[in-house]
């Protein structure tokens, strides 16, 4: 679409109307004609083409786009583009897409949901929520405390609940950073950039170059407007998922807070379209966090290359000022990469985290039941002697046998680590879940 873009910026309407007049009712002229139309606004000077079969402007066959789409009766063609011309990044099909898209991965967590009690569900859907938001947190550098971890998995699992808009995005911004005596909230009015920057001179060292302040409210408007055409018409949730949360985080409209958004994007998205069981929410960050060089990998296959096409310059402040027209390099990306990783991540959750959770937390219970046999012990008191157990391997360390459990006797250490040993003993630990 950027080539087109491009193409459409240098060649003239007048050229591209003769192309379309060799042949009026040709499906590759007809798709031609609207796509100039589509992308520079501009209206040629063409007849109609007749009474002619109306044909798709993109082949499904060959990439990701709407299932039904409208219409154009001025071109004959069917607009299944997936997006708007302010923001329209695609996903070209691949062989382990397809594979992904037929694999049920939404019906396989509603078969594990449907077969476990409500109880453990309702708390692994808590740990999760936490697991993500702490994850999404240590991605970006940070360390939250509790209660900002826990407001922003709160955050988190109200994902889907409201449209998206600019100022749903400034919002959440606002919730995400908390603290905004040091930074100016909502969209940037100036440069952006991730990277270094020069020991000596402060000069930016860019890995990343964000888009122009001027078009952030297009292209975040594009992202709002991009939800509301797929959502409804069934393109696949985790591919659309994919393209608006990678396409905001390369556009990085605001000074900070855009990884963390970006990522309750994936939440919105699979919320949104039904896609994750209703109350449980995919610890995706999680997923992420143990695959970070890959993620970031991910986030580079686009950065980088485009990096030697972007004309700027340093600014007084330290920032970068772009001085190349750069909204297509934002509008119009191929996105097949990120769709694969978040697919890989959607997969693991489905197999690997919600399993593990589910027979963990039901392993612990089971445990709790069986250590309340020999002591009428309270919750947390458990808890932690299922940490010292944990840590110990299934032992009891002397530490723990002389001072926090000095009250159980031999024979009950000896019943309780014999009880840890059976009911986890096929089970790894949750530090080792997530190693």
């Known amino acids: ?36 139309e589509w992308l520079t606004g501009r209206e040629l000077d063409i007849e109609d083409p007749g009474k002619v079969r109306a044909v798709t402007v993109v082949n499904t066959e060959q990439q990701f786009a709407l299932v039904t789409g409208s219409l154009s009766s001025r071109h004959k063609v069917v607009d299944n583009l997936p997006g708007t011309h302010a923001f ?21 967590a509603r078969e594990i949901i449907d077969r476990t009690h409500p109880d453990i569900i309702s708390r692994a859907a808590a740990f999760f929520l936490l697991d993500d938001s702490r994850a999404s947190f240590t991605i970006e550098g940070e360390c939250p ?59 930016p060292i860019p890995s990343h170059i964000s888009a122009r302040a001027v078009d952030l409210e297009n292209l ?18 985790v591919i659309a ?23 309750w994007l994936i939440h919105h998205v699979l919320a949104r379209a039904g896609y994750n069981p209703p109350g449980v929410v995919f610890p995706i960050s999680a997923v992420i966090l143990r695959h ?64 593990f959770e589910v027979r963990y937390l039901a392993a612990y219970d089971t445990f709790t039941e069986r250590v309340q046999q020999i002591a009428d012990m309270p919750a947390d008191t458990i808890e932690l002697l299922h940490h010292f157990l944990d840590q110990g391997k299934g032992s009891l360390s002397k530490r723990a046998r002389t001072k926090e459990f000095k009250a159980l006797t031999d024979e009950e250490v000896s019943f309780v680590e014999n009880e840890y040993t059976e009911c986890f003993g096929e089970i790894p630990s949750r530090h080792q879940m997530h190693d």
């Open 88 to 108: 329209c990044p695609m996903v070209r099909r691949t062989e382990l897409l397809d594979q992904y898209c037929t694999m049920g991965l939404n019906e396989l």
């Open 292 to 355: 970070i060089d890959e993620y970031r990998s991910v986030l580079e296959s686009v950065s980088r290359p485009l990096l030697p096409f972007i004309e700027w310059r340093p600014t007084p402040q330290n920032n970068v000022e772009v001085l190349s027209d750069t909204g297509d390099y934002y509008r119009y990306q191929d996105l097949t990469a990120h769709a694969e990783f978040l697919y890989r991540c959607v997969e693991q959750t489905v197999r690997q985290d919600l399993p």
């Open 145 to 203: 405390s509790f209660q900002r971890a826990t407001r922003w998995g709160q955050v988190i699992g109200e994902a889907g609940s409201r449209p998206l808009s600019v100022a749903e995005f400034e919002e959440l911004q606002r919730i995400v950073i908390g603290d905004d005596r040091f930074l100016k909230l909502g969209l940037r009015t100036e440069g952006g950039f991730i990277g270094l920057r020069d020991r000596k001179t402060m000069d």
């Open 241 to 263: 998922a994919a393209v608006m949360a990678f396409g905001f985080v390369y556009i990085h409209p605001f000074e900070d807070g855009n990884g963390r958004i970006h990522r």
């Open 1 to 36: 679409m950027r080539v087109l873009a491009a193409l459409f910026s240098e060649v003239s309407g007048t050229e591209i109307a003769k192309v379309v007049r060799r042949k009026p009712t040709g499906g590759y002229a007809r798709r031609i004609w609207f796509l100039y």
């Open 220 to 237: 975040v408007g594009g992202i709002a407007s991009y939800s509301e055409r797929v959502l409804p018409d069934n393109l696949d949730p």
